[in-house]
């Protein structure tokens, strides 16, 4: 059973923000939601993680609603490079990941 | 500093042929991955090292695939005999241990069975 939501495919234009939602409304205490993204052809990339706390890196920032059902990752000024599938995953220590079909994002010029 | 390193990034065999994959982890990981990805299953856990030692292997999809860590900074992983239905792109990937929560992938393998 899949942990989590996506929507298939979501389109942004060049320098706006992208706001990719997931959702997962079973996740427990002890679960991290996690995001990787994969451009064309290459390997999974590492984006961010958190527990309850809103997270920022240097790529993204990572927004969990308070219930923890939700959460929603924001690229500030997706670029053309940022066009990849993007996935949400929920996972805690000691457990696999697990992929789903993630999201295709398209950054439009 | 280097990442996952992948050998051949592309490999076209016909079918009945051996076909072996290989990985060097990024130095100083403890824990090593090996995935499989294709249009219909997406990316799929196949089995992961913990210091050399295989874990979980319930992955694997039978026994014509076989998977060796012989040492910290090496993984193959072997298809014997080799069909159509093994096509697919083969990443590694690895981590500082098996519970950190950033798993670093390869570029992968594209494998073509014909």
């Known amino acids: 059973d899949a942990k989590t939501t996506q929507p298939t495919s979501m389109d942004c234009a060049e320098g706006r923000a992208a706001n990719l939602p997931c959702n997962h409304s079973?996740?427990?205490?002890?679960?991290?939601v996690y995001w990787y993204r994969q451009i064309h052809s290459q390997g999974p990339q590492y984006i961010i993680h958190g527990l309850k706390n809103n997270e920022t890196n240097e790529m993204a920032s990572l927004i969990i609603t308070e219930d923890r059902k939700s959460s929603t990752l924001i690229l500030p000024h997706a670029t053309l490079r940022d066009t990849a599938v993007y996935y949400c995953i929920v996972r805690s220590y000691g457990q696999n990941f697990v992929f789903g079909p993630g999201t295709r994002l398209s950054v439009l010029p | 500093d280097a990442g996952v390193i992948q050998s051949p990034r592309h490999e076209v065999t016909e079918m009945g042929q051996e076909v072996t994959l290989r990985c060097k982890p990024i130095?100083?990981?403890?824990?090593l991955f090996w995935y499989r990805q294709t249009m219909m299953r997406g990316l799929e856990l196949l089995i992961y090292?913990?210091?050399?030692?295989?874990?979980?292997d319930s992955g694997m999809p039978e026994d014509r695939f076989s998977a060796k860590m012989p040492n910290a900074s090496f993984s193959t992983l072997k298809i014997q005999p080799s069909e159509p239905r093994d096509s697919a792109v083969y990443f590694c990937a690895s981590s500082l241990t098996s519970d950190q929560e950033t798993q670093y992938f390869g570029p992968g393998t594209r494998l073509l069975v014909l």
């Open positions: 090292f913990n210091n050399n030692v295989p874990i979980d």
């Open positions: 130095s100083g990981h403890n824990s």
């Open positions: 079973t996740i427990s205490g002890n679960e991290y």
